[in-house]
Every structure is written in structure tokens, then in C-alpha cells.
């Protein structure tokens, strides 16, 4: 099943794919909530109810996939965790040794951008770099989970561009600044559930695209911590909750560790794919002051 959250005259609405059309849920279920993360939290009941609702859907509740506009899957996760060093080659490539913790970080829902909408480079800035992600979407509460059973407690997948301002990233030893500036994260276009993906996520071909020219180009297997394991490790610390993402951090290839280094700038294209998860493409533009 993929979910799409997506703008209907002001309001988000949730919509699950249906082939080349999108069911409004608002129409076609509109008991569900309208949002992924109450959605998530109504379990396999939300499954069964979306499901029911694409099989006896009316053309009143199908809208062509390309006449919306996206919005992130989710606006409301209570947590966004990143990794960062998560692929042993994009440690290397930036002088560091293969981590025997992750760099765990967070970022805002304010950061998130949707499908087709532009990513914003800063005006204080020029060193906008991107970075695919794969997105592993938190089901249901966890504490204290082993590995062996980590994974029943992932709803999804999606796909992150972690656009991250480089020189912000390296004026502190948190890299939160870097990674936290508004409009710069790249989100979707779908949330995928599980039994659709390889458990975990893992063997997937991760790639990214700018301007169709392939910088990144790995498998999810080359992570160094995997969903499982991240989700053992996380709870060991912290409570895990519905609607939680874990943005599982990206292979090398990316701009700052070339020569020259490359930045995106506006007027570029970057696509960010995942095999079987989706493709996420965004323009790029230039931060707009008020006034």
C-alpha cells in the first residue's frame, strides 16, 4: 500500500495510490484520519479500512496522480532521527574512521519539503549538498526491542534528500545547524508499507540524480547499521513512537567530498530513487527574503 498526503483546496488530505490515480480518503473513507501518523496508530484496522476504500472507491474519490500537488507524507512526526557515517565508503570519504556507534542527530518537521516542490538554498550560504536517504517509518511504540523483532515495529519506507548546508554543518561538533535549515529536506513522494519492501529496506539500489547525471549510485545493504539494528540501539536510550521516522543516512558520492566540490544551486533537478520505494524529485531554488 503507498500513501500520499497531498493539498485539496488549502487542506492536507491523505490518498492512497491506486495504479496512475490517487483515492481521496476524505471521500472514499472518511471515518480515517487525515494524517500518516494517526493512520499508523489505527494499525491493521487503518490498513483494512484504507484497503476497502480502494477497492470500492467511486470516481468522485479518484483524482489523476499528476493533477496534485504533494505534500511531505507526514508534517507531524514527533521524532525525525538521522544518521549520519551510516555506508562505510562516505565515512571514508570524508576522512572518518567506520563508526562503532552511529552519529545519531535530529531534524524538524519544519525542514521537510514535499515531492516536486523546490529546496531552498540559504542566502547565507552557497554549499547546499545532497544526500539519499532511505526513510524507515516508526509503527508502533518501542522500548527496549532486540533486533530479532525490531522490524515489527516499522510501518514503512519512503525516500529523504538530506539536504545539508555544509558550512553551517561544520561551525560546531553537533551538526544540527547544518542540517536544520527550513525548506532543505526533501520528502516522499509516498510512505510504503512494509510488506511491500525487502525486510528492513535492505538490497535496494539507492541513487541520486542531479540534473540526470548519477552522483550517488549504492545498495542499502551497504549500511553499516541497518533498520534492525538502529532500532535496537535507539530504544535502548528512548521511547520510539508511531509516526517516528528514521532517515538511515546516505552513501558516498556526495558533493562536498569532490574535486571540485559541487553544490546544488538553482535551476538544478535532484532525484533522489530508491528501488522499489520510490523516486523523489525536487528543483532547486534561491531563499527569497521577506520584503
Not at 476497502?52 to 483524482?63: F, P, V
Not at 507524507?73 to 562505510?88: D, M, R, S, V
Amino acid at each position: 500500500m503507498r500513501l500520499i498526503a497531498f493539498d485539496k483546496n488549502g487542506n492536507a488530505t491523505m490518498g492512497a495510490r491506486d495504479g496512475d490515480a490517487v483515492i481521496d480518503l476524505s471521500v472514499a473513507a472518511p471515518e480515517l484520519p487525515d494524517n500518516l501518523t494517526d493512520i499508523i496508530k489505527l494499525g491493521q484496522t487503518g490498513i483494512d479500512q484504507i484497503s476497502t476504500a480502494i477497492s470500492g472507491a467511486g470516481d468522485d474519490a479518484r483524482i489523476a496522480l499528476n493533477d496534485i500537488k504533494y505534500l511531505p507524507p507526514t508534517t507531524n512526526a514527533g521524532k525525525i532521527i538521522c544518521l549520519g557515517l551510516n555506508y562505510a565508503d562516505h565515512a571514508a570519504e570524508g576522512g572518518h574512521k567506520k563508526p562503532e556507534y552511529p552519529s545519531f542527530f535530529l531534524r524538524t518537521n519544519q525542514t521537510l519539503v514535499p515531492h516536486q516542490a523546490p529546496i531552498l538554498r540559504p542566502v547565507v550560504s552557497e554549499q547546499l549538498d545532497y544526500e539519499a536517504e532511505m526513510v524507515a517509518i516508526v509503527g508502533k511504540q518501542a522500548r527496549h526491542v532486540k533486533q530479532a523483532d525490531a522490524l515489527d515495529y516499522i510501518w514503512g519506507y519512503s525516500v529523504f534528500n538530506e539536504a545539508s548546508i555544509r558550512e553551517y554543518q561544520r561551525k560546531t561538533a553537533q551538526w544540527t545547524i547544518g542540517k536544520n535549515f527550513d525548506n532543505t529536506g526533501g520528502f516522499g513522494p509516498e510512505a510504503v508499507t512494509a510488506d511491500e519492501i525487502p525486510p528492513g529496506g535492505n538490497g535496494l539500489r539507492i541513487q541520486t540524480r542531479l540534473n540526470g547525471e548519477i552522483l550517488q549510485d549504492a545498495n542499502t545493504d551497504d549500511m553499516l547499521f541497518d533498520v534492525a539494528e538502529t532500532v535496537e540501539l535507539l530504544t535502548e536510550c528512548l521511547t520510539l513512537e508511531p509516526g517516528d521516522l528514521l532517515v538511515m543516512g546516505t552513501p558516498s558520492g556526495v558533493g562536498h567530498a569532490r574535486t571540485p566540490q559541487l553544490w546544488m544551486k538553482a535551476g538544478d533537478i535532484c532525484e533522489v530513487e530508491i528501488e522499489k520505494i520510490g523516486l523523489l524529485r525536487n528543483p532547486i531554488e534561491d531563499e527569497v527574503l521577506p520584503g
